[in-house]
């Protein structure tokens, strides 16, 4: 009987890219950036999705700290929360045996750590105190979990180049930024680009057809869904798009 259960093996646990500390009134923002991560294959471990009914929230944090490859603190404008207190003190711990990234990251509205939190100025911050849409702040966060600066997995990239999808994704922007005007504003204050220097063309259509083969050619077709969608979140046309290419 010993040696039967002498091989016998325990499960692996599931491991996680990047484990979230926050306050629970931050939840809003906190979710929105924890689904940017997720749309590009990053596994995030979010209590509202790990905890189940009936579970202590100290034993199962306690258990998720030893599987994760990286912490990730976000400090709102009303501070640390009681849980989120205690997760630091064990994640900083982690951090510091193990030597895996620990990222402080500032919400909107806050523009430098608490007194109780000077020792996280050691640390490189995300800084998405502007906006959590801030793009160039979700690629640091991103380079900061996974050491590379391009996503490991953007999923719905390589549907991009069928021309049926990029038809669809025309129809969608049409729908959403009927005038060119209103699409000069949103690639301006989302992707932070000149729509003229980067997509000509003779009329509107034309130039939304020409700004998704930039998008192509760049790399950035799945940016352009998220800023599209940022910029005018209720439009059906977009959301339908977007449901497509994520469950296909």
Same mark, same amino acid.
């Given at each position: 009987?010993?040696?039967?259960?002498? &091989?016998?093996?325990?499960?692996?646990?599931?491991?996680?890219?990047?484990?979230?500390?926050?306050?629970?009134?931050? /939840?809003?923002?906190?979710?929105?950036?924890?689904?940017?991560?997720?749309?590009?294959?990053?596994?995030?471990?979010?209590?509202?999705?790990?905890?189940?009914?009936?579970?202590?929230?100290?034993?199962?944090?306690?258990?998720?700290?030893?599987?994760?490859?990286?912490?990730?603190?976000?400090?709102? !404008? /009303?501070? !640390?929360?009681?849980?989120? @207190?205690?997760?630091?003190?064990?994640?900083?711990?982690?951090?510091?045996?193990?030597?895996?990234?620990?990222?402080?990251?500032?919400?909107?509205?806050?523009?430098?750590?608490?007194?109780?939190?000077? #020792?996280?100025?050691?640390? @490189?911050?995300?800084?998405?105190?502007?906006?959590?849409?801030?793009?160039?702040?979700?690629?640091?966060?991103?380079?900061?979990? @996974? %050491?590379?600066?391009?996503?490991?997995?953007?999923?719905? @990239?390589?549907?991009?180049?069928?021309?049926?999808?990029?038809?669809?994704?025309?129809?969608? $922007?049409?729908?959403?930024?009927? &005038?060119?005007?209103?699409?000069?504003?949103?690639?301006? #204050?989302? $992707?932070?680009?000149?729509?003229? %220097?980067?997509?000509?063309?003779?009329?509107?259509?034309?130039?939304? #057809?020409?700004?998704?083969?930039?998008? /192509? %050619?760049?790399?950035?077709?799945?940016?352009? !869904?998220?800023?599209?969608?940022?910029?005018?979140?209720?439009?059906?046309? $977009?959301?339908? #798009?977007?449901?497509?290419?994520?469950?296909?």
């Amino acid at each position: 009987m010993p040696e039967i259960l002498k &091989t016998q093996e325990q499960p692996k646990s599931e491991e996680f890219d990047v484990f979230l500390a926050h306050n629970t009134a931050d /939840k809003p923002e906190v979710r929105a950036i924890a689904n940017q991560l997720k749309e590009r294959g990053i596994k995030v471990w979010l209590d509202e999705e790990q905890i189940p009914p009936g579970r202590s929230f100290q034993d199962e944090i306690q258990k998720a700290i030893p599987l994760v490859k990286s912490a990730a603190i976000f400090i709102g !404008l /009303k501070g !640390l929360g009681k849980w989120q @207190t205690m997760e630091v003190r064990s994640l900083t711990t982690r951090c510091v045996e193990k030597g895996i990234p620990l990222i402080p990251i500032l919400l909107p509205g806050v523009n430098q750590f608490p007194e109780k939190l000077v #020792f996280l100025k050691e640390y @490189t911050r995300v800084d998405f105190s502007q906006s959590i849409d801030d793009v160039q702040a979700l690629k640091n966060l991103v380079w900061g979990i @996974t %050491a590379t600066q391009s996503s490991p997995q953007q999923k719905p @990239t390589e549907l991009w180049f069928n021309g049926e999808r990029s038809q669809q994704f025309q129809k969608a $922007l049409l729908s959403a930024f009927p &005038t060119t005007a209103k699409l000069k504003q949103m690639v301006r #204050f989302r $992707l932070d680009e000149n729509l003229e %220097a980067i997509a000509g063309g003779a009329n509107h259509s034309e130039v939304v #057809f020409n700004l998704i083969e930039w998008a /192509k %050619a760049e790399g950035k077709p799945e940016e352009l !869904l998220i800023a599209a969608r940022k910029d005018n979140p209720g439009n059906p046309a $977009l959301r339908k #798009f977007d449901e497509q290419i994520r469950n296909s």
